[in-house]
């Protein structure tokens, strides 16, 4: 049986995936690490980043940034900075670059790097207003703590233009929207000038706008739950396409398949989840779940889509056309991720144990237990990438390990 998987943000065409990478997961190498969250490490293709801090005095703390060989574990670069105080690190990487931001005392530092070799391409000295950076062609998009957006050039760092306060700007699949949240406004921008290309009146409080195939849905709010609308627009011209009401879905999470809009309502105390077809907004199903799925994850399975949504308290494959949940697992529910032909599942009950579950019957085919809290960053090349909380650091910072499994002979060790 041959599973293929979906970009969940993006709605992209079904791509084939591969048969999973372990069966029967064998270490392959493990480091120390010392890192804070989740966000101290990212990966995009086989550019493998982390960041580590480590306290140089009472005052000041130095940051390392590795682009790390997921096939050795060891370092191809590092680079280095020391700062005032307590450091926070953000990290957006493309294959070629990546946004570094810097928080020490409360002042922001932003760095553009090169993934390649390391180098800054250009960095914004001294204290900086900018956070979340999101990257689009020849422009970097950030936020502001005042409500603001700034859109600057991506070659040097220049600021070309602004949004008013409030008015938050989405970067997807190539297009750059705004949301002005007060007054219940979408507009599509022109992402050099800012300039308007058109624009539609929402009627109500905006949230979670989502783009798929041409098209943005925006979640409108009504203010009580009562009401709520979910609006669908043609990315190109504005027109609207169709409208789907329904109670508490002002705050919903969407995740577009080839035919069908998943939404989960992230509000309401009776959870759902909904399937909504894309051409015409048509509710084909309700499913109501133990809890508000917050992470979803599409499959397609010889010729047919499925969502898998563990968080949701759904342990099992629903069926994007019709909602039939079909293929279940005894395994608990828990934090997981979707990679490499398998789902890499982590163990509400045990906090060092990892699953792998296959695809296609969620299945589990080995389990490991690493004696510490612990969850799947990545799968990279032929190696999946553990990331372990191993003891509080001494200062900034968790002392842990990155962990590397391949496939090998025997069985999990």
């Known amino acids: 049986m041959r599973s293929e998987t979906s970009s969940v943000w993006f709605g992209a065409e079904w791509m084939p995936a591969a048969e999973p990478v372990l069966n029967n997961p064998t270490l392959a190498w493990s480091r120390p690490v010392r890192f804070d969250r989740h966000g101290d490490a990212a990966r995009v293709g086989d550019v493998v980043l982390l960041a580590e801090r480590v306290d140089v005095n009472a005052t000041d703390g130095e940051v390392l940034l590795h682009r790390v060989d997921p096939s050795t574990g060891e370092n191809l670069w590092t680079r280095n900075w020391t700062l005032p105080g307590s450091v926070n690190v953000h990290l957006l990487p493309t294959h070629e670059t990546a946004v570094f931001s810097l928080v020490a005392d409360g002042a922001i530092q932003q760095f553009l790097i090169d993934t390649a070799n390391g180098d800054t391409i250009w960095s914004e000295g001294g204290p900086s207003e900018r956070v979340g950076p999101r990257l689009l062609d020849d422009v970097v998009v950030f936020d502001t703590a005042d409500g603001t957006a700034i859109v600057a050039n991506r070659s040097d760092g220049v600021e070309r233009w602004r949004t008013e306060r409030d008015v938050r700007l989405i970067v997807r699949d190539g297009w750059l929207m705004a949301l002005d949240v007060p007054a219940g406004r979408l507009s599509s921008r022109d992402p050099l000038t800012g300039d308007e290309l058109w624009t539609a009146e929402l009627g109500g409080r905006p949230a ?70 894309l051409a015409d907004g048509e509710v084909l199903w309700q499913l109501e779940t133990e809890r508000p799925a917050i992470a979803l994850q599409t499959i397609r399975i010889d010729g047919r889509a499925f969502v898998v949504a563990p968080d949701a308290g759904v342990d099992g494959l629903i069926d994007v056309a019709t909602g039939e949940i079909l293929a279940s697992s005894d395994a608990p529910s828990g934090q997981s991720a979707a990679a490499a032909g398998a789902i890499y599942q982590s163990d509400p009950q045990s906090s060092g144990l990892i699953r792998g579950l296959r695809l296609h019957d969620l299945e589990t085919m080995w389990e490991l237990e690493l004696g510490s809290r612990a969850w799947v960053f990545a799968a990279a090349g032929d190696a999946v990438l553990i990331m372990e909380d191993d003891r509080p650091g001494e200062g900034s910072g968790t002392v842990g390990t990155m962990t590397a499994y391949v496939e090998g002979d025997a069985g999990p060790e």
């Open 208 to 277: 979670a706008p989502t783009i798929s195939d041409g098209r943005i849905i925006v979640s409108v709010g009504s203010g009580d739950g009562e009401g709520d609308r979910l609006m669908s627009f043609d990315l190109a011209t504005g027109n609207e396409q169709w409208i789907v009401e329904e109670d508490e879905i002002g705050n919903a999470l969407k995740v577009p398949t080839r035919d069908v809009l998943i939404v989960s309502d992230l509000n309401s105390p009776a959870s759902k989840l909904y399937g909504i077809r």
